[in-house]
Nanobody, 127 residues
Framework: QAQLVESGGGSVQAGGSLSLSCAGDGRTFGSVNVGWFRQAPGKEREAVAVINWKGSESWYVDSVKGRFTVSRDNAKNMAYLQMNNLRPEDTAVYYC????????????????????WGPGTQVTVSS
């Protein structure tokens, strides 16, 4: 089964930027949608962004639209989440995972459809 690994988290002040990376294992990475999720303390994990397997379509939760950008480089088995104008409410552990279905045309945010969850990377935004 695929295993993804996140990196790039850290601590920034409000208004700052961070770039997260997600490394796939290569076997199916290039044919599956990839999702970014986050879990804040005391809250349920939520979907933040999803990018399709071609890198041509994406979805964002309303709270990050215009601030976060998801991208991928299938040649490198990598996905990225560029986070700009960060807010304290963006503080969370961020995870990436891949869709269990290949070449899926729907950008799902149903977490049970995803697997290969990484250990997560902490993002802390101070005011």
């Amino acid at each position: 089964q695929a295993q993804l690994v996140e990196s790039g988290g850290g601590s920034v002040q409000a208004g700052g930027s961070l770039s997260l990376s997600c490394a796939g294992d290569g076997r199916t990475f290039g044919s599956v949608n990839v999702g970014w999720f986050r879990q804040a303390p005391g809250k349920e994990r939520e979907a933040v962004a999803v990018i399709n397997w071609k890198g041509s379509e994406s979805w964002y939760v309303d709270s990050v639209k215009g601030r976060f950008t998801v991208s991928r480089d299938n040649a490198k088995n990598m996905a990225y989440l560029q986070m700009n104008n960060l807010r304290p409410e963006d503080t969370a552990v961020y995870y990436c995972a891949q869709d269990s279905g290949e070449y899926r045309t729907v950008l799902s945010i149903i977490q049970s459809l995803y697997h290969g969850w990484g250990p997560g990377t902490q993002v802390t935004v101070s005011s």
